[in-house]
């Protein structure tokens, strides 16, 4: 399930802290602080889609993430790719390289990372 803007932002505020009350998130913001109701209201609407849960402390809701960033990365770059590149790995990675002018020392490197993590992957 994919998520808004606002909702992704509240989600990576979640992350951060791991557990919070709306006041905790509304300090999060450095500027254009959104009404603390608005929080809330986005905290309600997470708790639907089963992103987060909470509790009652006293007079305030603590809330964390259910769902963890790295599965939530993991889906929408999964689907980033199907929707945008066919699946297709080696077209993203393409189109990156191209649109960011990478350098053939640039892919190369690129590739031995990725061989040596995916190596150290399989080794655990």
């Known amino acids: 399930m994919q998520l808004t803007k606002a909702e992704e932002q509240i989600m990576h505020i979640l992350w951060t802290l791991e557990e919070a009350t ?4 509304l300090k999060e913001f450095a500027k ?11 905290l309600g609407i997470l708790e639907t889609k089963e992103f ?19 599965d939530y990365s993991k889906k929408q ?8 590149f066919d699946g297709s ?7 990156f390289a191209k649109e960011t002018n990478l350098s053939i020392d640039d ?3 690129l590739m031995e990372e990725t061989k040596q993590a995916l190596q150290e992957e399989q080794n655990k």
Do not use: E, M
């Open 32 to 42: 254009d602080k959104p009404a603390r109701t608005t929080i809330a209201t986005i």
């Open 89 to 95: 790995f080696s077209s993203l990675t393409s189109f």
């Open 22 to 25: 709306v006041q905790d998130i």
């Open 52 to 70: 987060v849960a909470h509790r009652t402390d006293g007079r305030s809701n603590v809330y964390w993430a259910i769902i963890k960033k790295d």
């Open 107 to 109: 892919l190369d490197k």
């Open 77 to 84: 770059l999964f689907g980033f790719l199907k929707n945008y």
